[in-house]
């Protein structure tokens, strides 16, 4: 597999495990996260900032020595909080990250894309942008951008042969989740859960791969949510 993939959000996580199974698979990867690893595939910076984002894209181009093919949007982060204590830098700091950092890296990839008649976009949304979460309104709401935007950019590009595509993780085992809920909170959520349990970083990282590969082409401008069933019910 000679593909060229940038994954950000890849130092933990979903991305991590996304990293993986990818690498695993023979992707060519360029990875980012916001701690500092020391791995020459990888571009540590804050992507809420949009300098950041054009060197990311740079670097990446330089990695590669040629195109980016594939593009997942991983990196993001979860605000808790009712709209009346959020504040002004907690609003665009979020808006930046899980919003204007996927569209704004789209923007630069898909040119290459188009110029080559062949790519993919994955964007990690949530299933809290599907449904609406109380406490999460920010965090729902880039989310729920985000999908708007999927679809959108998914009929720009549909005769370009490039997809794009949103999944929609319920409830993950990650440090993001652990890191906002404690031990009785976790099994409120598994106990309101349709299969009882928080859903595998690798269940996603496996998605990636199908809706990646020339088997998915038809598949785009879809959301899929993989929720263990929060999304229908309890
Ligand atoms: N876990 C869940 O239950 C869940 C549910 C639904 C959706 N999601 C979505 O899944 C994605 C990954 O979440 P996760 O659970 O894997 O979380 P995670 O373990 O906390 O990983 C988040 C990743 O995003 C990176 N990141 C965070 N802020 C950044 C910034 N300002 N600039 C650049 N990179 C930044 C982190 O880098 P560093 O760690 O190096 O700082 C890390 O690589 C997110 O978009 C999240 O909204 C998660």
């Given at each position: 597999m000679n593909k060229n993939v940038l994954l950000t959000g890849a130092s933990s996580g979903i991305g991590a495990?996304?990293?993986e199974v990818l690498s695993l698979e023979g992707y060519n990867l360029f990875l980012c996260g916001r701690r500092k690893l020391e791995k020459k595939n990888y571009f540590s910076c804050d992507l809420s900032n949009i300098?950041?984002?054009n060197i990311?894209?740079?670097k990446a181009k330089e990695y590669f020595n040629g195109n980016i093919?594939?593009?997942?949007n991983c990196a993001g982060e979860y605000i808790y909080k009712p709209i009346d204590k959020m504040n002004i830098d907690e609003i665009n700091y979020l808006i930046d990250l899980n919003y204007k950092a996927p569209y704004i890296l789209s923007s630069l990839v898909i040119v290459d894309m188009k110029k080559n008649n062949w790519g993919r976009i994955i964007n990690?949304?949530?299933i809290s942008g599907m449904v609406g979460e109380a406490n999460a309104t920010l965090y729902s709401s880039t989310k729920s951008a985000l999908s708007g935007f999927t679809k959108a950019l998914a009929l720009e590009v549909a005769q370009d042969n490039i997809t794009i595509n949103q999944i929609n993780p319920g409830w993950v085992d990650t440090p993001l989740s652990n890191s906002c809920l404690n031990e009785d909170e976790k099994q409120e959520i598994i106990d309101v859960t349709p299969q009882k349990r928080f859903v595998e970083p690798k269940e996603i990282a496996k998605l990636c791969e199908y809706l990646i590969s020339d088997s998915a082409k038809g598949i785009t401008g879809q959301n899929i949510n993989i929720c263990a069933g929060l999304s229908i019910g309890c």
């Open positions: 495990s996304i990293s300098e950041n984002i990311l894209f740079k093919d594939i593009l997942i990690i949304g949530s």
